[in-house]
């Protein structure tokens, strides 16, 4: 049974929460396709912490806890994943958080499967769920993300074919693989800070990349 957010648990809480944003598309028929990965690690996150996804909130399916006392908020928008910033915005703004305190975790195509990466910013790179993201962030980037690489579609197929596929059972490894890395890095994060672990994180992914490739 789903719930309504009817007040901020962390309005006297001294450090500001973190907001984990997970993009995907709602629905049984989107469950376990490449572009749901972003659904996919909130999940994880959330299980990992004990936290129940049972409320709706600014169009999401959110849950919010701590670890240690770091609090964080997570959200999987329910809009579909073009439409992702009419979630992703009004809850920055609800909680009054600066975009520093915000990342989006998605699917990338420019990433081999199951590689990850933590960034800063940066653009949206053809991925029309960041691209809402930025517009309803009034053209502002400078949030995090963490990204998911799920590769490239074969042959001359067509992207958004390849994006609503599930995964074969390789692929499908590497991201079961991948998802407990990421939750890891957003433990770091919460506990260390994004630069921190950024450069640690980023670093071994850097040489998963390499084992890939030679795979």
């Given at each position: ?11 006297t809480a001294v450090a500001r929460p973190w907001l ?57 928008p329910q809009t579909y994943m073009n439409l992702s ?79 609503l596929q599930k995964f074969n059972a390789t692929f ?44």
């Amino acid at each position: 049974m789903l719930h309504r957010v009817s007040r901020c648990c962390f309005c006297t809480a001294v450090a500001r929460p973190w907001l984990f944003v997970g993009l995907g598309n709602p629905g049984e028929k989107f469950k376990g396709t490449r572009h749901n990965v972003g659904f996919d690690m909130i999940d994880a996150f959330a299980e990992s912490q004990g936290v129940l996804m049972n409320t709706v909130h600014c169009k999401a399916i959110f849950g919010e806890g701590f670890v240690g006392e770091a609090p964080f908020l997570l959200a999987k928008p329910q809009t579909y994943m073009n439409l992702s910033g009419e979630s992703t915005g009004p809850l920055a703004a609800y909680y009054k958080l600066p975009l520093n305190r915000v990342i989006v975790v998605h699917d990338d195509m420019d990433l081999p499967c199951g590689v990850l990466r933590l960034q800063h910013k940066g653009g949206h790179g053809r991925h029309n769920g960041l691209k809402s993201v930025i517009y309803h962030f009034r053209g502002n980037r400078e949030f995090a993300r963490l990204r998911i690489g799920i590769g490239r579609p074969p042959g001359q197929m067509d992207p958004k074919a390849f994006l609503l596929q599930k995964f074969n059972a390789t692929f499908r490894e590497r991201i079961d693989t991948a998802i407990p890395e990421g939750v890891g890095a957003l433990k770091c994060l919460l506990s260390k800070g994004l630069k921190d672990c950024a450069t640690h994180f980023n670093q071994e992914q850097k040489y998963k990349h390499l084992r890939s490739e030679h795979a």
